[in-house]
């Protein structure tokens, strides 16, 4: 999703970062309306480099940088949008005063109300936007954040975008090590090739022994199948879903892992 890049269709108050493009663009030229560094030092604030979209995405919390390393997963996803503003002012006034919601500002100047993730997701030829809201149970049990969020879904019904409060229980701490080790092998700059994979991959299952640390396991499944960079090869399939791995316990070379069906 894209907003038009014409700052004279905007608010003065908004001109200024438009001609900077934030807040526009898709793909590697979209740039998020909050970076990390307007937070400063928060510690639960992140930052990752995409791997099919090669632009460095902004988290403001651990259980947004959780949901985006899911949805980097997904194969369907085309694009994913951090931290994606609604430009269109007038509409979010508007609603505001309907629901009798107090409109964010800076100053005196009303501020886009931000959407934390807005996926594009193919559908066969079709592409579909999909909202997503990334709050935890504290942050719901808050009434003005709560009312903050019937704003960004009745906005987004009126533009025909899905709209979904993500359930963030099981965003455990353990689950983002665990995805963080599997997406080493990008970080690492390591180049996949799907035959060598697919030759490890099997050779893993076939191989797989519970209570085994899983070193031993990827040693046994490089001799097996013939393949070097056995860590690297791992951590590859267990992100491409090549490897079923159970991801909601800590992922470590020297422990056992449990497969999934």
């Known amino acids: 999703m894209d907003w038009p890049h014409d700052p004279s269709l905007y608010p003065p108050y908004l001109q200024a970062a438009i001609r900077k493009g934030i807040g526009?663009?898709?793909?590697?030229?979209?740039?998020?309306?909050?970076?990390?560094?307007?937070?400063?030092?928060?510690?639960?604030?992140?930052?990752?480099e995409g791997i099919r979209i090669d632009r460095p995405y902004h988290f403001l919390s651990s259980k947004e940088a959780t949901y985006f390393l899911l949805e980097e997963r997904n194969p369907e996803n085309s694009d994913i949008q951090e931290q994606y503003p609604i430009l269109d002012i007038q509409s979010t006034m508007r609603l505001c005063a309907q629901l009798g919601v107090s409109h964010p500002y800076n100053g005196r100047a009303p501020r886009p109300f931000t959407i934390d993730f807005v996926i594009s997701r193919r559908n066969g030829r079709k592409t579909t936007p999909l909202a997503r809201s990334i709050k935890t149970p504290s942050d719901l049990a808050d009434p003005e954040?709560?009312?903050?969020?019937?704003?960004?879904?009745?906005?987004?019904?009126?533009?025909?975008?899905?709209?979904?409060?993500?359930?963030?229980?099981?965003?455990?701490?353990?689950?983002?090590?665990?995805?963080?080790?599997?997406?080493?092998?990008?970080?690492?700059?390591?180049?996949?090739?799907?035959?060598?994979?697919?030759?490890?991959a099997e050779a893993f299952q076939c191989g797989f022994e519970m209570a085994t640390p899983l070193e031993e396991l990827i040693q046994k499944a490089a001799r097996r199948s013939r393949q070097r960079d056995g860590v690297s090869l791992f951590r590859y399939c267990a992100w491409s879903n090549l490897v079923k791995l159970d991801l909601r316990r800590p992922v470590s070379l020297d422990h056992s892992v449990i497969l999934l069906p």
Request: overall charge positive; hydrophobic content about 35%.
């Open 24 to 48: 526009l663009g898709e793909g590697a030229a979209y740039v998020p309306w909050v970076k990390v560094p307007d937070f400063g030092s928060r510690g639960t604030c992140s930052n990752f």
């Open 145 to 200: 954040t709560v009312q903050r969020l019937k704003v960004e879904h009745q906005w987004c019904s009126q533009v025909g975008i899905d709209w979904a409060s993500v359930d963030t229980q099981h965003f455990t701490r353990e689950l983002l090590s665990s995805l963080r080790f599997i997406r080493q092998w990008f970080v690492d700059r390591y180049t996949p090739r799907e035959e060598s994979a697919k030759r490890f």
